[in-house]
């Protein structure tokens, strides 16, 4: 009932830069909270920041100042400027978001996406 499809993922050298985009598509009625989780290999996924329909947002600490997350709502688009990459930043990056979704019979989820890889180089 709703996919999210990430891009922008790749390989950059430390001090670089990278935007990750996700749009949503699908039978949405709304869209709450979205944004970004990681998960380096063999750790935990962890919340690199999220973002309200209303525009509030919140970071994971390691990425304050480095990174900053942003939504167009009439698009279903987050995205998420990532400046300042250091090799500690590589893992693979989830898009998320909990959503209301269906036309007659409506239910609230939360939605995944993919994942795509970002891998600093030093």
């Known amino acids: 009932q709703l996919q999210l499809v990430e891009s922008g993922g790749g390989l950059v050298q430390a001090g670089g830069s990278l935007r990750l985009t996700c749009a949503a598509s699908g039978s949405i009625f709304s869209i709450n909270v979205m944004g970004w989780y990681r998960q380096a290999p063999g750790k935990q996924r962890e919340v690199v920041a999220v973002?309200?329909?209303?525009?509030?947002?919140s970071y994971v600490g390691s990425v304050k100042g480095r990174f900053t997350i942003s939504r167009d709502n009439a698009k279903n688009t987050v995205y998420l400027q990532m400046d300042s990459l250091q090799p500690e930043d590589t893992a693979v990056y989830y898009c998320y978001c909990r959503a209301v979704v269906g036309s007659f019979r409506r239910s609230s989820g939360d939605y995944w996406g993919q994942g795509t890889q970002v891998t600093v180089s030093s």
């Open positions: 973002i309200t329909s209303g525009g509030d947002t």
